[in-house]
């Protein structure tokens, strides 16, 4: 057995100061800390369309078959499919149309806000970009932000496909 002599233990008073500094940090950390992870939903749930929009393109190359990405600015949520004629059928498909869908739907307090066409045309009600099997797309421009004021502007290129992830600037309308 260790025994400690002539040393002192902590006081209640100086215990009691502690407890006081860490709760003072706390109330004054943890509200950013809050805000900090708020605003990095927006920067991941673009990072996710970046994403959605790149296995389109994949997906594209791999069937080589037109893909598009829809995007719904109401519902907040980006559909991919692949692109059919309205003559086509299922025949010859062992999976429907609606089995091969794919969405994402954006979290809370992330929005769409506006999709810009290759020819300039812009959209804040149903957008598209269509991939093509030779890896290129239809092209366009897509604007998501968040409660906090916090933009990112996505482009999709027309010759190559690459979807390119930018912070905008601030309320650029």
């Known amino acids: ?66 893909w598009l990405a829809d995007f719904d600015f109401e519902a907040g949520r980006i559909i991919l499919k692949p692109w059919r004629r309205e003559t086509d059928s299922d025949a010859g498909e062992p ?5 091969r869908l794919r969405t994402f739907t ?10 810009i066409s290759v020819r300039g045309d812009v959209s804040q009600d149903d957008f598209q ?9 239809g092209g366009g421009e897509v604007f998501l932000g968040d409660d906090h004021g916090r933009r990112f502007h996505l482009e999709a290129d027309i010759i190559t496909g690459a979807i390119r992830l930018a912070e905008a600037e601030a309320r650029e309308n």
């Open 106 to 115: 954006l979290p809370d307090g992330v929005r769409l806000e506006k999709g």
């Open 95 to 99: 999976e429907t149309v609606r089995e």
């Open 1 to 66: 057995m260790i025994r400690f002599s002539g040393g002192r233990g902590f006081t209640l008073l100086e215990l009691m100061v502690v407890m006081v500094i860490v709760g003072l940090m706390s109330v004054l950390i943890v509200p950013r800390l809050g805000k900090s992870l708020s605003r990095l939903g927006a920067e991941t749930a673009a990072r996710k369309v970046v994403a959605s929009l790149r296995y389109a393109r994949s997906i594209a190359v791999s069937e080589r078959k037109i």
């Open 129 to 137: 970009i269509a991939f093509f099997p030779g890896g290129g797309s």
